[in-house]
């Protein structure tokens, strides 16, 4: 039996793997297995799955990035929670749906010790290495993936620097005197205690 890598074909006459011609006939012939043939195909194919005539991959596993059959990892998903903050946080192209959009992450990030991701609906996926508090909570249409039996971390506690009053007044303005200060609407209608969270003590809110 031959076994034909990623880049090649089997010829059914001779059993035996050549270098494809062109893409369109590693996108045929290279992602099915080859019945009646004495060739099998050892690799990834975009969806994840390793593809092994002799050994496939069983129900609850997946492929790894050493083309291994390892155990399925299992993921929790969340509604609108706000996105994780995280050291790396990478865009991804090429998701239409949330459950793609993971998939995406996992191929391109295999290496992350744990995972998180996050879909904007309307195509915008990202994929994380960790997730040290929650942001945006505010805001619809989101998607937040997290590697299943790790909860939710607690909304970040931050001021936002972008945020002003009147054009220049900051947060750290409001934060002087937070109880007169902090029912401030800023020049983005958003007021005080919304944008100013560290400063108005507002985090719960």
């Known amino acids: 039996t031959v076994t034909c890598l990623v ?3 089997c010829l059914e006459e001779s059993e035996s793997c050549v270098e494809c011609l062109g893409s369109d006939d590693c996108d045929n012939q290279n992602i099915f297995s080859h019945s009646g043939t004495g060739c099998t195909i050892n690799q990834c194919t975009n969806d994840g799955q390793c593809l092994f005539n002799q050994n496939a991959c069983g ?3 997946e492929c790894n990035a050493n083309n291994e059959c390892v155990a399925l990892a299992s993921y929790d998903s969340y509604q609108d929670v706000g996105y994780c903050t995280s050291e790396i946080d990478e865009q991804v192209d090429g998701a239409a749906t949330a459950e793609e959009c993971l998939n995406l992450c996992k191929l391109e990030f295999p290496d992350f010790e744990q995972l ?3 879909f904007i609906n309307g195509g915008e996926c990202y994929c994380q290495n960790e997730c040290t508090c929650m942001d945006d909570l505010s805001s619809a249409g989101r998607t937040t993936f997290t590697p299943t039996g790790v909860d939710l971390p607690a909304m970040c506690c931050s001021d936002d620097p972008s945020w002003r009053f009147k054009g220049k007044r900051t947060c750290e303005w409001v934060g002087k005197k937070p109880s007169r200060r902090c029912r401030k609407r800023g020049n983005d209608e958003r007021k005080a ?3 100013c969270k560290k400063a ?3 985090c719960d809110r």
């Open 7 to 9: 880049g090649e074909i």
């Open 59 to 61: 129900p609850n596993e």
């Open 116 to 118: 998180f991701v996050e």
């Open 193 to 195: 205690h919304v944008a």
């Open 200 to 202: 108005c003590d507002s």
